[in-house]
């Protein structure tokens, strides 16, 4: 069972920066695909990026593309989103998920556990 812990999230101005983390607990971190999801008031959960076991394959939204970049490093098990120009419909709560198998998973239903999430609001 692996447990997710985020941290990074803030308030910042439109245009500004963030950095995410997720601190995955257990050996069987880097065996698995990892993706970032976010959730807006009112809106579904949406899966924003995901990455493979290794890293080297990763995928985002339209809306983000250019702007986040998801990564990881399986030594400190820790998972990364790090979000540059930030728009006001970026504010969100952002939570980080585990996949079934070593992935990019771009399909929701391929993730099986979830943090307990981090809010980032942008102000314009």
């Known amino acids: 069972q692996v447990v997710l812990v985020e941290s990074g999230g803030g308030l910042v101005q439109a245009g500004g920066s963030l950095r995410l983390s997720c601190a995955a607990s257990?050996?069987?971190?880097?065996?698995?695909?990892m993706g970032w999801f976010r959730q807006a008031p009112g809106k579904e959960r949406e899966l924003v990026a995901a990455?493979?076991?290794?890293?080297?394959?990763?995928s985002y939204i339209d809306s983000v593309k250019g702007r986040f970049t998801i990564s990881r490093d399986n030594a400190k098990n820790t998972l990364y989103l790090q979000m540059n120009n930030l728009k006001p419909e970026d504010t969100a709560v952002y939570y980080c998920?585990?996949?079934?198998?070593?992935?990019?998973?771009?399909?929701?239903?391929?993730?099986?556990?979830w943090g307990q999430g981090t809010q980032v609001t942008v102000s314009s």
């Open positions: 990455i493979n076991w290794n890293g080297g394959s990763t």
């Open positions: 257990g050996r069987t971190f880097s065996v698995y695909g």
């Open positions: 998920a585990k996949g079934r198998w070593s992935g990019p998973l771009n399909n929701a239903r391929d993730y099986d556990s």
